[in-house]
């Protein structure tokens, strides 16, 4: 396949071609992914999730740049950003925030930015990020930045694709607790607190500090990511951390609009990545978040084959009694479970 | 049954028992269900969701009590309190919140109040919560107040469950448009400014009004709330709400603490319901809920189905190819589903 052979030469405009093939599922797309797999998993995946209004994209353009600047430009880490947009209709580009991105940005080939909107579900949207990810690691991008705008378990679920996870907050955002509560504390391998140059600044990395204080964070560290590794017999025979090997999330403090704190980050997400491969945990964080979008992929395949296989006059009959309460939802899953093979007509 | 004969002849104990049963979908919570479900289809359900710290349980509270209070006891409406955390570890009874609620509503026969939390996904914590609403509305409550605390696609997908959806804002939460952005304002039928005694409130109602009006919201009172009422081909059939009914959903302001405006909102609520009834959108809503819950049963039947067919051992040897590389996702899929009898060991 000619594009496959393009993107892995470094040709953007395929790049892009392919990505939306990818994020639009369609055999092309699948036989891309096909053909891109072997040569993937060598990035370092790095979510970066927060409360609306906290600064994500500047931070992240910071980050980016920051990346780029860390060499000479043909020796510097190429840098991707993926901007997962779960309540935007639109995708693949040109969006204002990329514009935005682009005065920084512009014209480095060592930087591709990609836009990701709604899939209509956000599993549909975890599934077509995880699949951009891999064809942006197979193209040789060495940082992928997936930055998720909102809060929510949409942000939990495409933080579980990284390997690193940083959670960003600003000043007076609102109640820290509900911010633990919501979980994305639960997800956070470095927090940050960002225009840390407005008042409060100091208040919310206290309050950050006492949450994950409280939160045992050590016991979390022990874990790999994803929620379906316990299918996963071999997890527990790799080698679990050592105590003196747990990783307490650091609370930095940035202001994304000078740059100021930049450097401090970048060093935290190197120190986490050497923690994560010294542990054995970026490998395990590989197996779940593979893992998880395996039994996504089978989920979907498995309700796609039902579909086909199921007489539409069957479905609309069920649900005919379903709704006159003649049948409850399980007798009515009983029924249309069963019926799997093609069949003949009910009468 | 005996347990569901206790239900239907309003025991609360035994209904309490029900829903953990329901709840941890046990043998015998389905049993239940499946006995309970012809008797449930009666109540009117109103979501409550919105931004944290905008006093979501306190407005619960006084709708609660507008409800028990607009008739002698015996007469008014029973009402039903479903709380969901889909962070909270704690489930089924005496947290905090229903402590504080106690004070205003114990000892009052006609009101039952329940907390659901987290089942480990969102999507068996939604499946949950419309089990536990099917129990409620069996066993004779008229109104069910189903309560979800955070914001994110959890809300939405619990909001789908309910006739009418509650949106709460507070003055000064942050970005209105953020909040447009998350899709919050899709789902609502009625919109309140709660505390409204606070500054900044006129704003609020102010960004709110014009975000409807951006927002088409005529367009949206036309489409049942269920995301796969294409599937059944009798919605098309269904008249069609005319121009003149379409339902603008108003903007109300609240101060829960003291109850000021809690009896607008009542009857902004019975409205709604006037309207779903007359233009038989009640019945497309119902057929949305019921379809997407028999849809998510489904899927959960057939991953199961699939776990029990599918060999340990083949299971293995497929994910340890894809964390390998040496196959792709899609090519892993086509291995585990292929494979769905039980089967000899492979070689």
Known sequence: ?????????????????????????????????????????????????????????????????????????????????????????????????????????????????????????????????????????????????????????????????????????????????????????????????????????????RALRNALELGHPAARAMQPKGHHAALESQTAESAAPAESELWLPPVLVTVASTGEGTAELVSAVQRHSEYLKRTDLWKERERARLQTALEDLVTAALVERWRETLADETYRHVVHRLLERKISPFEAVSGLVRDQKPRNRPD
Do not use: W
């Open 1 to 205: 396949m000619t594009l496959v052979a393009d993107i892995l030469s470094g040709d953007r405009l395929a790049l892009a071609r392919c990505l939306t093939q990818v994020e639009n599922d369609t055999p092309q797309g699948r036989a891309a992914l096909d053909e891109l797999f072997p040569h993937a998993g060598r990035a370092h995946l790095i979510g970066i999730t927060g409360s609306s209004g906290a600064g994500k994209s500047t931070l992240v353009n910071q980050l980016a740049l920051a990346y780029r600047r860390s060499a000479p430009r043909d020796k510097a880490p190429r840098v991707a950003i993926v901007a997962v947009d779960p309540s935007s209709p639109f995708s693949g580009g040109a969006i204002l925030g990329d514009r935005v991105r682009m005065r920084d940005l512009a014209g480095d080939p060592g930087v591709f930015i990609r836009s990701m909107a709604s899939r209509g579900s956000v599993g549909g949207l975890a599934r077509a990020t995880a699949a951009v990810t891999e064809v942006l690691d197979a193209a040789g991008y060495d940082i992928i930045l997936i930055e998720t705008v909102g809060a929510g378990q949409s942000e939990v679920d495409i933080a579980r694709l990284a390997h690193t996870t940083i959670v960003i907050e600003a000043p007076g955002m609102g109640d820290d607790i509900q911010a633990i509560k919501a979980g994305i504390l639960e997800i956070a391998d470095i927090l940050v607190v960002n225009k840390a140059d407005r008042p409060g600044a100091e208040n919310t990395v």
